[in-house]
């Protein structure tokens, strides 16, 4: 599957929720799920601070493909987190380049990305796409 | 003038506090981080903004008349409010953090010299914090900290010890942003003095929930910001004894400041200019005025009264909830509430919090050292101000057990 | 977007210009001082200050969110209208003085030392002079000055000379806001960076008048006022080069500039928010924003036109005047006119002005050292902004003419 | 006369201007006549300064009374002097100290009186009473 697919996946998941309490539920239900990092992922090198919670993401390139592991301390933002390395993890690094993540917004979670939220998450996302610049130039050069 | 001791009548003053966010009633908890502003204060503003509008003191045009007795005005607003001496006292700053800059700046580079111990408390806020830090750098003077107790108290026991001769300068909040107890600072100006010290009272939020008296509390410097007091951002206040800001050399130079000038050296203007460089945001200082004299038409019996209840509501309350732990406890509390729940992260209660229309605020709350003292990384501030109702606590308490419920 | 080609449409825009003073129809010619402000921006304050109101960057709740964007997307604006590397380039303050009194301090306490020398010229603002005298009694460094003709035009013959290696900084103005001459900047900062010199540009009136492209420039640090460009008081802006800024230590401590705080010391934020400690006039920028909006929305063409011919027939009107002297002659004027007439002086000719409706400054200026480069103790100054009108400049010209019958 | 008179005297002279362009004149009248302090007492220890024009202001204690003289270099701003030392000139210190100078409003002149008109008016009235207080203090000394 592209990313556009995996995108309209999850769009077509959200969009049996009405209202944003079964939203907010579900993401807290995959927050809860299991890590998505190992403990040795979680140093300080792999921390990305926001003022109210943190985020670790740790990426791993093989074969032209980039894998992302990633874990929050605040449920909510692991949950979204977790959204975000299933359309990321195992992408080349064009496509993550390329990828334009409006399915955040189609399904209603935008207000978690607004620059206010000082929840990391802005931050994770710039933090993937760099991964995949510098990947891709490693390869070029 | 006939006194406001009617929630409806006050609320009706606040066209923010109708609006409605994700759905819901806005139910506005966050008054400790900035406050909604009244017609008096939004239609001065417009006014100014639409044409009374003309750069003050300095020219001889109608306009600028009209700006200038505005912005005087609320100077002298300003000193009646807190009971200054005279409104040479009354510098206008941007915010708190502006003018506790200004002291650590000009202040210290007089008064204060290496070797010098500065005494600010464990519970400070960043902007009472960080200045003195850098403040510090630069003078070789050292900083030294009164502890707060588990309840979030001042270690007043502590106090005789602290303040030894090395102390020239003590600067401490008048209430914590985060525990919201109204400080013994009468006590510590008092003991401060006896030890030969000055101090400054960081009055961002005591300004709000208490009658403030410079010459009552004899503090040597209070400041505080508009935005919080139901006026513009922008705005900020620095009280000082004028013998003190006499010697002091100003920290900004620029227009206005000035006595003479010429290419080699200047002159410094009369209090209260010069400390006031440059064009200053008059419309917003102007409009402070009208803060206060909203501030002034409620009834204090009635919104002391009003206070004590939802106070005593929330508190019961929360403190039925599961796992609570709040922090800031005792008698002189204002209606500030920060806690943790066992398990919950604050983020994530915040965030339920704001789709059901409750604005609380979440995370360290510019005070770092403090979450560290109680070993979390964050919390849940509900901050109300004097147009809050009990309804809205009773909304806060359901939709903190709502959240509480989806997140465990 | 539809530009704006017609004076009509622009004056609409602006209530303050309705209206009558001293029973005369308002003649604002006092816009160097400050701008009156279109509705646009009244518009935004008003909608914040009315409730699209929380304090930014730090809330999970909504309007502290929309706050944020709101003023974030002011700098964005900044940034595009001035063309900047980056949004890590503008840094929001209260005003030009504010800004040149940040690099005054953080630049100066880094990278310049005892004997170092920073360049001015003769004709700057108190606001681009005091600062530097303030950080040369700091830090041992001394003060040069490019001198200007008796026309007003920097003495751009001495720039070789006077830019010898000890040279290490250089602060002018782009536009005098006495002698109104658009300087010759981008040639003083190629001098100045062969030199080896960095160079800050003082842009109150410079961002008024014309366009400014800071890449283009080259200039380290560029500097303006919101309120002078039809923006909210209390507002300002500093561009510095990233390089600069990374390098820079903070001027201000306090919330929001901080990485992590503990009781002994704390880290800086990334830039922007490294030198915006506690909450800025997050309103007042927003709305800074909106007057952006405003200025590109007008036909670049139509204005520079308008702008000239109003220039050609006061320079020619004010020339027929017996006895009058007027400051800053030249091709790149801008339409601001300073002058005096012999045997009158300029508080009497405003006043007299003022009862006729038209206001206009008089006085030093805040440029006492020019002041006395003339030999004068004032003078009077009319400033047009792109909303005045060739109807508004025959009625200046005429009631000059009435008052000086009247004082002759 | 006592001050109250002297005032009411110049309030009925302005009553005949009928326009403020009148008034100016007549204003601009009074600051063209001869000059009211002497090139002496024009020093810097006299100088009220003002943003805008200057003011000299010299004070004599006579007898129980105190004799002001005083000059702008602008005009108008003399003019308004020339008034104000007609109305305090002569007086006792106690007459001084509790004069309320409304009629400075009443003839329309206060706009030169508000605190933006940097021309030293307000300064030289607040000098005018504090000599009066200090002459008093020295007295009763
Ligand atoms: C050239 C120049 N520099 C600096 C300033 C100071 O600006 P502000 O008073 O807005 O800080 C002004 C405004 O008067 C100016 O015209
Ligand atoms: C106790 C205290 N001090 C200082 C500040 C800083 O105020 P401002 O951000 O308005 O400068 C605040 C506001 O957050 C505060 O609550």
Redesign the interface.
């Given at each position: 599957m592209t990313i556009k697919e995996v995108e309209q996946q999850i769009v077509e998941e959200f969009s049996i929720f009405t209202d944003w309490l079964d939203k907010y539920e579900y993401i807290i239900e995959l927050g809860k799920s299991l890590p998505i990092i190992n403990e040795k992922g979680k140093d300080e090198k792999n921390l990305i601070k926001g003022c109210q919670s943190r985020v670790w993401l740790a990426a791993d390139y093989v074969d032209g493909k980039i894998y992302f592991t990633a874990d929050s301390d605040a449920i909510i933002t692991k949950g979204i987190i977790s959204l975000l390395v299933r359309v990321f993890s195992g992408r080349t690094p064009q496509e993550i380049i390329d990828a334009d993540l409006l399915f955040i917004k189609e399904i209603g979670l935008e207000e978690n990305l607004s620059p206010t939220r000082a929840n990391g998450l802005l931050s994770m996302i710039r933090q993937i796409k760099f991964y995949a610049v510098a990947f891709a130039a490693n390869k070029n050069s | 003038m006939e006194l406001y001791n009617n929630i409806e009548k006050i609320r009706e003053q606040f066209?923010?506090?109708t609006?409605r966010?994700?759905n819901r009633e806005?139910v506005?908890f966050?008054n400790g981080?900035?406050a909604?502003?009244p017609v008096g204060?939004?239609n001065l503003?417009?006014e100014m903004?639409?044409?009374v509008?003309?750069?003050?003191?300095?020219?001889?045009?109608?306009?600028?008349?009209r700006?200038?007795?505005l912005y005087?005005g609320a100077r002298d607003a300003v000193k009646l409010f807190i009971n200054a001496g005279d409104r040479g006292e009354i510098i206008f700053t941007?915010?708190?953090?502006?003018s506790?800059?200004l002291v650590?700046n000009s202040y210290t580079s007089t008064f204060i010299n290496k070797g010098d111990i500065i005494l600010l408390t464990?519970a400070e806020?960043?902007?009472n914090?960080?200045?003195?830090?850098?403040a510090c750098s630069r003078s070789g003077a050292e900083?030294r900290?009164l502890p707060v107790d588990e309840q979030g108290n001042w270690r007043m026991d502590l106090l005789d010890e602290l303040l030894d001769k090395r102390v020239k300068l003590v600067s401490a909040a008048h209430i914590s942003n985060v525990l919201g107890i109204i400080n013994p600072v009468k006590q510590l100006i008092d003991k401060a003095h006896s030890a030969g010290a000055k101090v400054l009272i960081d009055g961002a939020q005591g300004i709000v929930h208490t009658e403030v008296d410079v010459k009552e509390l004899d503090c040597d410097f209070y400041v505080f910001?508009g935005?919080k007091l139901y006026g513009?951002?922008?705005?900020g206040i620095l009280y000082g004894k004028r013998n003190l800001l006499e010697e002091m050399v100003?920290?900004?130079?620029?227009?206005?400041?000035?006595?003479?000038?010429?290419?080699?050296?200047?002159s410094f203007a009369e209090l209260p200019l010069k400390f006031e460089?440059?064009?200053?945001?008059?419309?917003?200082a102007a409009a402070l005025g009208e803060a206060i004299k909203f501030v002034k038409s409620i009834d204090k019996g009635f919104a002391e009264k009003h206070e004590k209840e939802i106070i005593s509501f929330i508190t019961r309350e929360l403190s039925k909830i599961d796992g609570i732990r709040m922090y800031g406890l005792g008698e002189n509390k204002i209606s500030l509430f920060s806690f943790n729940i066992e398990g919950i992260?604050?983020?994530?209660l915040?965030?339920?919090?704001?789709?059901m229309g409750?604005?609380?605020?979440?995370?360290?709350?510019?005070c770092?050292?403090l979450m560290?003292r109680y070993g979390v990384?964050?919390m849940v501030r509900a901050s109300l101000a004097v147009y809050n109702t009990m309804k809205e606590a009773e909304i806060f308490i359901e939709s903190i057990k709502r959240g509480v419920r989806?997140?465990s």
């Open positions: - | 066209p923010a506090l609006q966010v994700n806005l506005y966050d981080a900035t909604q502003k204060v939004i503003l417009n903004n639409s044409g509008n003309g750069n003050i003191h300095r020219a001889v045009h109608e306009l600028s008349a700006s200038t007795i005087e941007s915010g708190t953090t502006a506790i800059n650590a464990e806020h960043h902007s914090l960080v200045p003195w830090q850098m900083l900290f910001s935005h513009p951002t922008g705005t100003p920290w900004m130079g620029g227009g206005d400041m000035v006595g003479s000038v010429s290419l080699e050296k200047f460089a440059g064009t200053p945001n008059f419309i917003g992260h604050p983020s994530d915040a965030i339920l919090l704001n789709k409750v604005a609380v605020r979440s995370g360290m709350m510019c770092e050292p560290s990384t964050g989806m997140l």
